[in-house]
C-alpha cells in the first residue's frame, strides 16, 4: 500500500503512460474517462471533482443525522433509500476508476483506492451480515475521500510548513512520548497502590488513563483521588504535567520560528552548492542558472 | 454593511464633508450637534463620549443583576424603569445620529449604526412580543459600542499587532482548523460506535461535542468513556489534543516573536522601493523623504 | 503605603542616616538591635533572619495543619499554646522593629510593616470579637514575609526578567483580557439565554463563571450544556479558547526569546548614547568609561 | 549512589580494567561474563541486551495485566508462574554482575545497581511479610531498567537537549514553582475561609489540591466552589493560571529557539577561547587544531 500521489502532467499524447503511477490509457474511451476521473485540467474534470466533493459531504451529512434518534425515526427511510443511492454512486465510481486506469491492480492497493474501497463496503456488509450493523459508521471515513481533492489545493505548502516542523522535530517529539509514556506508566500503578479499586481505581491500565487525563489537564473527574497521600500525587502530577506541557509547545513553537527567521537560502540543482541568496539567479560556484523562486517558498 | 470608520479629520471650515463617511454638515445647530456626537476634539464631545461609555457600563449592570432571581425579587421595579431610561436615553441618541449626518442611510447600515439599532430593539421587541422576552438580554451586546470609543484610543497600535499576527497566520490557522475539524469528527464517530448511547454518547454531534471537549483539554466529564477500548482511544485523543495544542501556539509565538526580531524596515512613500533602515531620511533609491517614524512602530 | 526596600549599604560610621527609608540609628543599644533586625551583614544579623523564616514556616504548618479536623481534634491544645508563641514573638519583632528606626510612622505605613502588623492582628482579633474566628487564617499572610529574605536573594535577577517581560507585555496583556472579557460576558449572557436555569445556568453571573470555566480549558463540569444549541455554542467556545490561549503564550514566548536572541548593548552613563557592546570599554561618544557589565546582565 | 555510566570502551587488552567505573575483570570467565553483561560490541552482547528488555518488557505485561480482576481470575496462577520466572531470571542477572566486577559494591550502590534490586526485591518480600503485598507493584519500576540500554542509543543527543533547556531555564523555573506556590496556598486558604468544609474544602490542604487542580486547568470538579465569592475567586484565579500558564511555555520556547537560533560556536580546547565558527579548523589565538564537529553538535 503506497501513497501514490497522481501527477497533474499535461494530457500530451505520446508514451507518458508511465508518468502517471496507475497507468493512463493512451486513448479511446478509457482515456476520455481518465481525463474526467483522474485528472482536473478539463470543465469535465473540474465539474466531476466538485460533484464528487457534494456527494461525499451530503453523504456525511446522512450519516451524521442518521444517528440522532428523534431525525432517525421521522426520517429513517428517506435517509436508507440516500444511502443507498450514495452507496450504488461510489460504487459505479469506484468500478469506473479500475476500468479506466492501466494498472487497476496498483490503484486498488493504494491508499486512496483502499479509501475508495471502505467507503463502499460497510452499506454492503451491513446487509449481509446483519451483526456487523455498528461497523456502518465507518462510513465517516468516506471525509478522507476528500483528501484527494484537497490535495490539490492551494493549502498543500501549508500542510507542507506544518509536516515539515513537525517532521523536524520528530526525534525530539519521540523522546517527550518515551518520557511521558514512562512517567504515567509509573504513576498509574503508584496512584493504583495508593487510591486501590475501592476509589475507582480498578487496576493498572485505569491508573494510566487517569495519569494520562491528569498529565494532559484534561481532568475528566469521573475517577479522582480521594486519600491525602493520592491527593498530595495527583497534585505533583499536575504540577508535573503543567510544566511538561512546555515542552512540545516549544519544540514546534521554535520549529516555526526558525522556519520564519532563517535567512532562507537555495539549493544550486546542477552542483547541489548551498547557501545562495533568494536575489542570486547563478550559481556561486558552477554558474548554472539557479531555479525560480517559487510562491510557496 | 461597511466598516465605516469616522476619521479624526479637525473640523476645519470648507467642503471637506465627503471626508467622512456619514457625511458633516456644512453649518447650523447640526453641525454643533454632530461635533458633539461623533468627534471628540472639543469640551462637550468628550463629555458626550464619557457620559455614554457611563450609560452603557450602567446598563450592563442593570442587565446583569436583573437576571439574578434574588436581586430581581428585591429591585425588579426599579430595574424596569431603569431599563426603559436607557433605552430612551439610547433611542433619543440613535435619533440625533440619524439626524446629524448628512447620509442617515449610510450610517444605519454601518456596522456601528447596527450595533445602535440593536441596543434599543430589544426593550420594545419585549413589549410587542411576549414570547421574545429571552431575546431580551441580546442588551449585552450594548457591550459591542464601547468600541466605537475604545477605537480612537491609544491601544489600537496593540490591537493592530494581535490582528497582523492572526491576520499572517490565517492559512496556517485554516489548514491546523481543518485538521482539527476532520480528526473530531472521526474520533467522535469512533466513540459513538464504541461506547454507544448506553454510556452517554447519544448520537454522532454528541460524540463530536465529546471529542472537542477531550480534545481542547477541557474535559467537563458529563460524558465519559466506561469500556476499556473507549478509554484507550481516549488516551490517544488526549495525547494527541496536548501535542496539537502546541501547534496554535506555537504559529502565533512564532508570529510575534519574528514582528520584535525582524530588522524593521520602511517603504519609501514616493517610489515604493522597500528596506530602508529606521535612521534613513532619504530613499535610497529616488531621494524622496521618508516618513517619519512614528510611535507606534 | 510605598514599597520602600531597605538598600544594604556598609554600616559606615557617619550621617548616613538618611540612607536607610526608616532612618538608621547613630549609635548606642538601638544601632546594635537595627543592625540585627534590619541588616544581615552580621552574624547575628543572618542568624536573626534564618530564625525568622524558621518561625514563620513552622507558624503556616501550625495553621494548615489546625485546618484538618482530625489533627485538630488531637492536637487542638498544642497547636493553640503553638499560636500564642508564634502570636507573641512576632509581636515582639514588631515593637523591636518599631523601637529601633528613626522614622516609626514610615515603617508601620511600609507594605513590610503592613504585613508584619497583619501577621499577628488575626489572633488577637480572633478574641476580642469571636465572629471573626473565620479571619484567624488571614495569617496564612505571613508567608509574604518571607519576601523580605528573599528580596536579598541571588534570585531578583531572575524574578527581574520575568517582571520585566510581563512589564514589556503589559498594553497587549491588556488588550488581551478585554477582549477575553469581552467574550466571556457576552458568552456567559448567551448561554444563560440558551439553556436557562434549568441547566444550571441560574443567572448571566453563573453563565459568565461558566464560559470562564470553558474559555481557560478547566472545566469543571459542575454545570454542562444540556442543549444541542448549548453544546454547538460550547464546542465553538472550546475551540475559540484553545486558540486564545495561544496568545498570552505567543505573547511571553516573544518577550523571552526576544530577551534571550537581542544583541545586547550598554548605555554610556555620562551621554546617555546607547548601542554599545558588552565588550566596549569607553563610550564610543563622550569617551567616558561604561560602567562594568554585571553578573545578571 | 553515583550515577556511574559505563563506558564503552573496546575490549583491548592491558591495564584498563580501572577505565570502567565497576572494574573490569582482566581475564577468565568473569572477562568473558563482562563483556557479554556490561559491554554491547559482540554479538552474545548484543543478544544479551535484547533478550533484558524482551524479559522486561514482558514482566511489566504480566504486572499490568495481573491487576485486572478478570484477567487475574482467569490467568492468576500462570502469572504467578511467570513472575516467578522472570524474578528468578533477574535475580542471576543480578548475582552474575555482582560476581563479574572487580568492584561489586561499587556497582550495588550505583543507580542502577539499586534499581536491579529493586527490581527483584518486591516478590521476594511479599512471600516474607504478607501485608507488604501492595509493594508488589513496585515491580512497575523495571521499566527503569530499560535506561540502561536507552542509554546507549542515538537519542541521547536529544535527551541532552531537552536536559540542557531545562537546566539552562533552572533558576527562571525555580522562581515560577515558588510563585505557584505561594499562590496555591494562599488561593487555597482562601478558598477554605469563603467555601468551607460544607462545599468540601475540608481543610487547608484539600483547599490547596483544589488551587492546583484549578490553577493547572485539569478541572477534575470533584470539588468546585458553590458560593458566588467563591465562583469569582475561582474565576480570577482560572484566568491567572491561564496567563501564568504561559510563563513555562515562554520559558522552554525561548531556550529551544535560541538553541536553535543562536550561531553555533565552538570552544578551543587548547587555550580556551570562544567563538570560533563552525568551519574554523584552527584556533585564532593560539593555533592549535579545533576538535571536529560531531554529530550531534
Not at 491492480?105 to 493504494?110: E, F, G, K
Amino acid at each position: 500500500m503506497s501513497i501514490a500521489t497522481p501527477t497533474r502532467a499535461a494530457p500530451s499524447e505520446g508514451s507518458d503512460a508511465e508518468l502517471h503511477p496507475y497507468g493512463r490509457p493512451a486513448a479511446g474511451w478509457r482515456r476520455k474517462l481518465f481525463r474526467v476521473i483522474f485528472e482536473s485540467d478539463t470543465v469535465a474534470g473540474k465539474l466531476f471533482d466538485e460533484v464528487l466533493i457534494g456527494l461525499i459531504l451530503a453523504s456525511l451529512v446522512v450519516v451524521v443525522l442518521d444517528s440522532i434518534a428523534s431525525i432517525h425515526a421521522a426520517y429513517g427511510g428517506l435517509f436508507t433509500v440516500l444511502e443507498w443511492s450514495f452507496t450504488l454512486l461510489f460504487t459505479l465510481e469506484y468500478i469506473a476508476r479500475l476500468v479506466c486506469v492501466q494498472r487497476p491492480l496498483r490503484y486498488a492497493r493504494s491508499v486512496f483506492g483502499v479509501i475508495d474501497l471502505v467507503a463502499v463496503l460497510p452499506t454492503y456488509l451491513a446487509i449481509l451480515v446483519p451483526g456487523l450493523h455498528a461497523l456502518i459508521d465507518v462510513r465517516v471515513l468516506r471525509l478522507l475521500r476528500i483528501f484527494r481533492i484537497f490535495k490539490l489545493s492551494a493549502y498543500i505548502a501549508e500542510y507542507g510548513a506544518l509536516g515539515r516542523a513537525l517532521y523536524e522535530s520528530r526525534r525530539k517529539i519521540f523522546v517527550f512520548l518515551s518520557f511521558v509514556m514512562i512517567v504515567v506508566l509509573i504513576m498509574g500503578t503508584l496512584m493504583y497502590v495508593v487510591e486501590g479499586p475501592a476509589h475507582g481505581f480498578h487496576n493498572i491500565p485505569t491508573g494510566v488513563y487517569w495519569a494520562i487525563t491528569t498529565m494532559t489537564t484534561v481532568g475528566f473527574g469521573d475517577i479522582t483521588p480521594k486519600t491525602d497521600l493520592g491527593r498530595f500525587i495527583a497534585s505533583i502530577m499536575m504540577l508535573l504535567g503543567w510544566g511538561t506541557l512546555a515542552v512540545p509547545t516549544g519544540i514546534v513553537s521554535a520549529e516555526f520560528t526558525a522556519q520564519k527567521l532563517r535567512p532562507r537560502t537555495r539549493h544550486c540543482t546542477a552542483c547541489g552548492s548551498d547557501g545562495h541568496s533568494m536575489s542570486d539567479r547563478f550559481c556561486r560556484d558552477c554558474g548554472a542558472a539557479l531555479p525560480p523562486v517559487t510562491a510557496t517558498e
